[in-house]
């Protein structure tokens, strides 16, 4: 009951987005590429916290492959709700 999942990719904007895996790693990236990729469902934060009506977090876990700059450019919605965070 306290602990909440979702299965949604993380990202600067709502919506479907192209999610590859192309490049010199093995990570994983939201890119404008359909070369060996997937269409997956992303959300900003702010809209996830939101949509479970969450007004304080005390523990965020991400783990966004690089992804860090795209979700903290909105961090002045989202960040005065999360305690603490792991990147």
């Known amino acids: 009951d306290r602990i909440t999942t979702s299965n949604l990719c993380v990202a600067d904007r709502t919506g479907t987005l192209t999610f590859s895996k192309n490049g ?3 990570g994983h990236r939201i890119s404008s590429s359909d070369i060996e990729s ?3 469902q992303g959300i ?4 996830l916290l939101d949509r479970h009506e969450f007004h304080k977090v005390d523990l965020l876990k991400m783990d966004i492959e690089g992804a860090e700059a795209l979700v903290f450019k909105s961090a002045s919605t989202w960040l005065e ?3 603490w ?3």
């Open 44 to 47: 900003t934060l702010t809209d």
């Open 85 to 87: 965070a792991i990147v």
């Open 38 to 40: 997937i269409e997956v």
């Open 81 to 83: 709700k999360i305690r």
């Open 24 to 26: 010199p790693s093995d």
